[in-house]
């Protein structure tokens, strides 16, 4: 019988022993949400509570990330895990009386849920030091929402330096409570994104005829570069190209003379982020030369895209399996969203899965990013119980 089983009873007991702490991190952070790079307050509640644990060793990165590190007493790897903090620019708009006290601010993503996983899980694992084996990096990281991201600063930092593997999750609304989602290889893109201005002349619009009308000529622009995805890229290599803003204009009977365009692309594929820029630039330089107009262009790479290590992933459905049961597991399918975990994949072997923390019965149905986005708390200690059980499936040798 493997360790993982024969620990299943203990951890169960004291996962439940954390519960209520869990349930109250959450909702502390989420009345005290902050912005990427600004998670002063979030970071020190962080380091505060993981020193009250002991046999911990506590480091600050950067200036709002925290990594706690526990040695454990029996031979093994060095896991490391990884949880965001940081919130996003929404007004809360829910009704309980944990919401938001900084207004403008949410935690609309489930970020204080998965650092107060991590926490849980520190705790847990602090009590369970004799039976752990080898390293455990808890990696609490700020800046998650904002590109360039947080993930990027803590490898250059460091905190990756001797890990061997490393896993992480995010809740997630659309799945119901109770189910985890596990997707081996590519499972998020790599959110891209992009600006052009097309400067034509402006005139009066009831004389047309005087003017290089930009709104027309930016009218084409957006449709042409849907041609890069139905007729330029193979169509079994996953892409997507949205022009999310178009701004123009101030008055109805005004022709402006530039027009401002925004959005995103995102694939799994590099040679994809290499190839789609330049195919970009070629439709808008040909559109706008052929009505005299100019452009700018600019090309700015997002977060790589989190590409799942297949040996890793399997050991984590192995040990969610043995946990949770089989009919508790999805095998989920890539996303077009991005995340910059894919940063510390970069530097060791790793997976990244969902934790079901939607509940309809509950009414917790908005999506993430809304201004009613909220976790059906029983998540959380089901977050908890995946990532120590994941300890004793990837790290025992």
């Known amino acids: 019988m493997s360790d993982l089983i024969n620990s299943l009873d203990k951890v169960n007991e004291l ?25 002063e307050q979030t970071s020190q509640f962080i380091y505060d509570t993981l020193e009250s644990f002991g046999g911990l060793e506590l480091s600050r990165p950067t ?22 903090m940081d919130a996003l620019p929404i ?26 996983i991590l926490l849980g899980t520190a705790k847990i ?21 904002l590109s360039p991201g947080g993930a990027e600063e803590m490898v250059q930092a460091g905190v990756m330096d001797g890990v061997d593997q490393v896993i ?45 009308d930009s709104i027309a000529i930016g009218a084409q622009v957006v449709t042409n570069l849907q041609h890069i995805v139905s007729r330029n890229i193979d169509p079994l290599d996953p892409l997507v190209l949205s022009v999310t803003q178009f701004i123009a204009g101030t008055a109805h009977n005004v022709i402006p003379g530039s027009v401002y365009l925004n959005g995103t692309v995102r694939s799994f594929k590099p ?27 600019s090309y700015q790479k997002g977060y790589r895209p989190v590409i799942n290590d297949k040996e890793v992933t399997t050991k984590l459905r192995e040990a969610f399996v043995e946990t949770f049961g089989e009919e508790a597991i999805k095998d989920g399918v890539p996303t077009m969203g991005g995340e910059d975990f894919s940063g510390f994949q970069q530097k060791a072997p790793g997976s990244f899965f969902m934790v079901g923390a939607g509940n309809e019965e509950k009414g917790i149905v908005y999506p993430h990013h809304h201004p009613r986005f909220t976790i059906d708390e029983e998540s959380l200690p089901i977050g908890v119980k995946a990532f120590v059980q994941a300890v004793f499936k990837l790290n025992a040798e």
């Not at 790897?77 to 990884?82: E, F, K, V």
């Not at 007004?91 to 107060?116: I, L, P, R, W, Y």
């Not at 040679?271 to 262009?297: D, N």
């Open 168 to 212: 992480g999750l995010h809740l997630w609304a659309p799945i119901e409570i109770g189910k985890i989602e596990v997707v081996s290889g590519p499972m998020m893109a790599s959110p891209d994104e992009f600006h052009i201005t097309i400067k034509g002349k402006g005139g009066h619009a009831a004389q047309p005829h005087f003017t290089i």
């Open 63 to 84: 200036k709002t990330s925290v990594v706690a590190k526990l040695k454990g007493s029996r031979k093994g790897r060095t896991l490391a895990i990884r949880a965001d």
């Open 125 to 145: 694992l602090s009590q369970l030091k004799e039976e752990v084996p080898g390293d455990i990096h808890f990696i609490f990281q700020h800046a998650e929402e």
């Open 91 to 116: 007004k809360e708009e829910n009704q309980f009386d944990f919401v938001s006290k900084n207004d403008g601010v949410m935690h609309a993503c489930g970020h204080d849920g998965h650092t107060s």
């Open 15 to 39: 996962v439940e022993s954390v519960k209520e702490d869990i349930v109250k991190w959450r909702r502390y952070l989420h009345q005290h949400p902050e912005l990427s790079f600004q998670e």
């Open 271 to 297: 040679e994809l982020r290499e190839e789609v820029p330049a195919l970009m630039e070629r439709i808008v330089k040909g559109v706008t030369e052929a009505h005299g107009a100019s452009y700018e262009f």
